[in-house]
């Protein structure tokens, strides 16, 4: 945790800071081909990450 030292206008008052850093990424459980395929493949991986968002995960 970081502490700094505020002084404005006679009001003294003091903000902490608490890096909590990134979540963890999501595995996606696709075969090669399909997440390094082309067009064809898109709506796959698509599929698979709208499955994942579902369940609450922002980083895939």
Do not use: F
Request: charged share 25%; net charge positive; glycine share 12%.
């Amino acid at each position: 945790m970081k502490s700094s030292m505020s002084v404005a206008l006679g009001v003294r008052g003091r903000r902490w800071a608490v890096e909590i850093g990134d979540p963890p990424n999501e595995r996606v459980a696709l075969t090669l081909d399909v997440l390094m395929g082309g067009h064809d493949t898109y709506p796959t991986c698509q599929e698979a990450v709208r499955a994942i968002r579902g369940r609450g995960v922002h980083r895939v």
